[in-house]
């Protein structure tokens, strides 16, 4: 056998024991301390090129997953907890009274008023967890409404240039194992070029998109679901997705030429309409002569993605 197949075998089952154990509340673990462990895999890359026999490799594998599992469990953040929580380095038992004043519902409400002078926009927004909807027009600049327990957002608006503004909407506190159970609402105003970068973390995405001019989109993921809907009101459209454990879907419309461009790890593809190209291109027919294009690129590992034509 492979020293490879059970160096990815023992990966899977290691990510899935930590799946097993933060859905039970027994560890909780932010998906972004799993994405600062990514040097761990140049340590895999030496491994599997040392002069040494299958079953040294395994073991020196084993170790260094043990390693990274261990800095997991000990990664000093307030989104990293065994049965506990933590801060400020130092571990604190929660009494009930006090984890249930945090697990309050709380709404909030953000908007702000359109300038008719604005031509273009951008969307900087950190979710980190819960479920975000994107849908709907709105006469003002953008309205977001959320729902939730023990989540404060915060929406800021600054211009950059003349004719731009930028949107900063973000997670200022997240707390309590209950603190991901949030909804965000969203609208945009149709009339400025948006460019959109999010940084979805282990947040559920739901976008419509198709009455907005979308320049670019810009998504980080960790272990999220992404399903997004394009338009063809803005010729070139560039989508990248960079994310861990995600399931993804994207709705091209049929008069819009598209390419994907993708690098995927243990990922599956369904790509209807579309041409292979070469490996990891795939375009529709007539791309490079098309006035309308959509460019899409993936980078994503452990992941289902599905891009459809509609």
């Not at 899935?16 to 039970?24: D, H, K, T, V, Y």
């Not at 989109?217 to 063809?232: H, P």
Request: net charge negative.
């Amino acid at each position: 056998m492979k020293s490879g197949n059970i160096f990815w075998g023992l990966l899977l089952i290691v990510l899935g024991g930590l799946i097993f154990l933060r859905n039970f509340d027994i560890f909780f673990f932010s998906w972004g301390s799993i994405l600062r462990l990514w040097p761990l895999l140049f340590i895999f890359w030496g491994i599997s090129v040392l002069p040494v026999k299958s079953g040294i490799k395994i073991l020196l594998s084993v170790i260094t997953i043990g390693i990274g599992f261990a800095i997991l469990a000990t990664n000093p953040t307030p989104r990293t907890w065994w049965g506990k929580w933590e801060r400020n380095d130092v571990w604190i038992d929660k009494d009930e009274e006090e984890y249930d004043n945090e697990s309050a519902w709380k709404e909030q409400q953000f908007s702000e008023a359109m300038d008719e002078t604005i031509k273009y926009a951008v969307l900087d927004m950190d979710a980190a967890a819960g479920e975000f909807i994107l849908s709907g027009q709105t006469s003002k600049l953008f309205e977001f409404r959320t729902e939730g327990k023990n989540a404060t957002y915060e929406a800021k608006t600054r211009k950059t240039e003349e004719q731009k503004v930028v949107v900063d909407f973000e997670n200022k506190k997240i707390r309590g194992r209950d603190g991901f159970h949030n909804t965000v609402y969203m609208q945009l105003n149709n009339l400025p070029v948006w460019t959109l970068n999010m940084d979805v973390g282990a947040a559920d995405l739901e976008m419509d998109l198709t009455p907005y001019k979308i320049q670019k989109i810009d998504i980080d993921g960790g272990a999220s679901s992404i399903d997004m809907k394009l338009g063809d009101t803005y010729k070139n459209t560039k989508v990248n997705i960079d994310a861990g454990a995600a399931g993804i879907t994207i709705r091209v419309p049929e008069n819009s030429a598209c390419e994907i461009q993708t690098s995927t790890i243990l990922s599956g593809k369904d790509f209807e309409g579309f041409q292979k190209i070469k490996k990891g291109l795939y375009q529709t027919p007539n791309f490079s002569e098309s006035a309308n294009q959509i460019i899409i690129q993936v980078d994503a590992a452990v992941s289902g993605i599905n891009v459809k034509r509609y």
